[in-house]
């Protein structure tokens, strides 16, 4: 069974860091795609940052490049979204998710195989 755990929300005040974790199991991550996604109530599920498999190709909202660094570490199953300089807009639940596609594909189409619980992240003064 895959499963994907999400960790690393929480609250932080503007211009913060927080660093999202992704720990695949039931799959071998190195044949995927990963990413983050969010979404807040109302409004429509955003790609955030995916990685493609070797890690050469990512792919970022305009809304965070230059603040966000996704990376991953294949031999432990995991991938990290490292978040800088938060700002309130960033306040979303944020889910992981994988796929066996471009990291074109999977976040800007959103086309996902399995997804993560999800973690909150909340930016506020």
């Known amino acids: 069974q895959v499963q994907l755990v999400d960790s690393g929300g929480g609250s932080v005040q503007p211009g913060g860091s927080l660093r999202l974790s992704c720990v695949a199991s039931g799959l071998t991550l190195e044949y995927y795609a990963i990413g983050w996604f969010r979404q807040t109530p109302g409004k429509k599920r955003e790609g955030v940052s995916c990685i493609s498999v070797s890690g050469e190709d990512t792919f970022y909202a305009d809304s965070v490049k230059g603040r966000f660094t996704i990376t991953r570490d294949n031999a432990k199953n995991t991938a990290y979204l490292q978040m800088n300089s938060l700002k309130p807009d960033d306040s979303a639940f944020y889910y992981c998710?994988?796929?066996?596609?471009?990291?074109?594909?999977?976040?800007?189409?959103?086309?996902?195989?399995?997804w993560g619980q999800g973690s909150q992240v909340t930016v506020s003064s």
């Open positions: 998710a994988v796929r066996r596609t471009t990291v074109q594909a999977m976040c800007a189409h959103g086309n996902v195989d399995h």
